[in-house]
């Protein structure tokens, strides 16, 4: 019985899963980021959205990780620990997708509506403004346009992360919360 289940099937979940991880990145920003308007607080916010949308794709990703390493052990074949990357790349096709707004928006192609690729990814919002501090990318650099693209890599890095742990059973919130009694 086969049970390894396909790249694009495993970065397909994990693309439903960082929506939700959208999701509860927009509630943070629009319910405490529309309060607070200085830089600090703003920083403040965008690391919570950031990590709620990172804890999200992390907790899919270790679970298909330590799946991974379970199958392994009883199958006797090699672990494949860095899988997390390309699945993380599959997941995060339509993100890199969503950024050729930015690009025919800089180019002139189409209207300039970085607001709405601003709405769909509130998991960087504040970073996307501090980038592109006009809030339009047809006023932005190629390098900002690149940039505020390449944000998106957080989703493979997590991916790979969780995946690499998983497979090893290593649960990093015990790590961090519990400490050894020989300590």
């Known amino acids: 019985m086969n049970r390894k289940k396909s790249l694009f099937s495993q970065g397909l979940g994990l693309f439903g899963v960082s929506l939700f991880g959208v999701f509860f990145a927009a509630i943070i920003v629009f319910s405490l980021g529309l309060l607070w308007q200085g830089r600090t607080s703003q920083m403040v916010v965008q690391t919570a959205a950031l990590l709620s949308f ?46 050729l707004i930015l690009i025919l928006s800089k180019a002139g192609a189409i209207p300039d509506v970085a607001f709405l690729y601003k709405l769909f990814t509130p998991q960087h919002v504040f970073f996307i403004n501090w980038v592109m501090p006009s809030g339009y990318a047809a006023n932005a650099s ?42």
């Not at 992390?58 to 997390?84: C, D, F, N, Q």
């Not at 998983?166 to 050894?180: N, P, Q």
Request: hydrophobic letters at 50%; charged letters at 20%.
């Open 142 to 183: 190629w390098g900002a346009v690149a940039l505020v693209i390449g944000f998106h890599l957080c989703l493979p890095v997590t991916a790979w992360l969780g995946y690499l742990l998983g497979t090893k059973e290593i649960l990093l919130l015990y790590r961090l919360v519990f400490r050894s009694p020989k300590r």
């Open 54 to 99: 990172c804890m999200v794709v992390y907790h899919s990703a270790w679970a298909m990780g330590e799946e991974e390493g379970r199958l392994s052990r009883l199958e006797k074949r090699p672990v494949r620990s860095h899988r997390g990357v390309p699945v993380g790349l599959v997941a995060a096709v339509p993100y890199f997708a969503s950024g």
